[in-house]
């Protein structure tokens, strides 16, 4: 009898310990296994090599540029590995970030040799197969705030202006391809703005990046008090509250008065197309 319920007791013990390790790190906004690119076994010199390439991407990145890639490993087992952080989060919570995405991610997706996982502050890819300089539309997501703004025509042209005029300078970028911008909308909504590409890619493909998020706007965002879109190269946010370190922005200048955040809404609405989009809107 006490032998049952104390085997017991360590058994619920041990359920705590999994149940509280799992929720240790925070969940990710996005992730995607890929389920098509093959799996791999806990044995396996994959396994071997990804975890080598995930260690050094979330102690090495964060210095300079917030991104890191890495490979490691002989071909057919070689494992390759990116992780970006935003353009404005501090070194070290830029490696926090792709820590918890490791660990999270391989949670996620324990045995497929691809994925990707996305937060607000970073996010995290691996594969078999090199993606250095590539850029790719799937998988992706696009998500908006179910809270309308009241003026839906003059908000959406400020917010489609902003965007715009984000792509150049986030694509002109070179060693950071990240840019931000405040405004304020017809109805005195605040806007804040922010747009990145992974700076692997060259000009032109941070634009296409960016461009075909800018063509997904009138699905996603039009109307709506905040959104987000990812893809594996380049994604954007808007609010109307601060989210974003706000000595980050170029121009134009922040707004003078300063602005009491609201508090952040929850992420609804959220569409998936999992299925690669066009390249060129
Ligand atoms: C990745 O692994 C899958 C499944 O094992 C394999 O079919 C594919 O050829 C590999 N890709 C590369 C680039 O080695
Ligand atoms: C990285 O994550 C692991 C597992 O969650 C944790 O034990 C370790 O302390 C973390 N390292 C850093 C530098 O945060
Ligand atoms: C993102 O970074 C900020 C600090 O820049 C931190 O306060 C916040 O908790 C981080 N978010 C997550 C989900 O870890
Ligand atoms: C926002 O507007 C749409 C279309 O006018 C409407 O269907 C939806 O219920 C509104 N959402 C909220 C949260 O008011």
Not at 44 to 62: E, F
Not at 72 to 86: F, S, T, V
Not at 160 to 173: E, P, Q, R, Y
């Amino acid at each position: 009898m006490v032998m049952v319920s104390s085997r017991l007791l360590f058994f619920l013990f041990l359920i705590f310990v999994l149940v509280y390790q799992a929720t240790t790190q925070p969940s990710f906004i996005y992730y995607f296994c890929s389920d098509n690119t093959g799996k791999y076994t806990s044995k396996s010199k994959y396994k071997a090599n990804l975890d080598h390439v995930l260690a050094s991407i979330s102690s090495n990145t964060g210095t300079d540029n917030g991104f890191g890639t890495d490979s490691h490993g002989q071909e057919p087992d070689k494992a390759y590995g990116i992780g970006l952080c935003r353009g404005d989060v501090k070194a070290d919570v830029c490696r926090s970030c792709l820590n918890d995405s490791r660990t999270v991610l391989t949670q996620l997706c324990p045995n497929q040799m691809e994925a990707i996982g996305w937060y607000d502050n970073c996010s995290l890819r691996f594969s078999n197969r090199s993606m250095f300089g590539v850029v790719e539309s799937a998988p992706n997501s696009f998500m908006w705030n179910p809270r309308n703004v009241s003026d839906v025509k003059g908000y959406g042209v400020v917010l489609k202006n902003l965007l715009s005029g984000m792509i150049s300078d986030a694509a002109s970028g070179v060693s950071l391809k990240f840019a931000t911008r405040t405004s304020v909308a017809p109805d005195k909504s605040k806007l804040y703005v922010l747009a990145q590409c992974t700076p692997d890619l060259s000009e032109q493909d941070c634009r296409d990046c960016l461009n075909l998020i800018y063509a997904q706007i009138p699905l996603f965002g039009l109307g709506q008090a905040g959104g987000r879109a990812y893809t594996p190269n380049c994604n954007f946010r808007f609010e109307t509250y601060p989210f974003f370190d706000l000595t980050s922005v170029a121009t134009p200048s922040p707004p003078s008065q300063p602005v009491s955040p609201e508090s952040p809404p929850p992420i609804k609405g959220r569409i998936i197309l999992i299925y690669p989009i066009s390249m060129k809107p």
